[in-house]
Nanobody, 118 residues
């Protein structure tokens, strides 16, 4: 089993920055992907950024150029640096880790609130 613990959410003014961190523990194969998703009220959960253990990265178009994802494979941690935050970035942010064929094994953190005021 895998456990994910997030930290770093909070309230920030538009244009500000926040850094989210997530630490994974448990039995984790070397080949995996970690990422951040978000869910705003009344909306579906969406991918924000994802990074594989090999270093491949995907970003949502809405955050490209503003957010940066990074990870430490040795520590099984993933960070999301969020700059130039906008009110529309307000959401609960969830850490995710998955591995296996078709991401068969899929784990989520409890979520951390990010609120951007205008």
């Amino acid at each position: 089993q895998v456990q994910l613990v997030e930290s770093g959410g909070g309230l920030v003014q538009a244009g500000g920055s926040l850094r989210l961190s997530c630490a994974a523990s448990g039995t984790i194969p070397r080949a995996n992907a970690m990422g951040w998703y978000r869910q705003a009220p009344g909306k579906q959960r969406e991918l924000v950024a994802r990074i594989t253990s090999g270093g491949s990265i995907n970003y949502a178009d809405s955050v490209k150029g503003r957010f940066t994802i990074s990870r430490d494979n040795a520590k099984n941690t993933v960070d999301l640096q969020m700059n130039s935050l906008k009110p529309e970035d307000t959401a609960v942010y969830y850490c995710n880790l998955n591995y296996g064929l078709f991401n068969r094994y899929d784990f989520w953190g409890q979520g951390t609130q990010v609120t951007v005021s205008s």
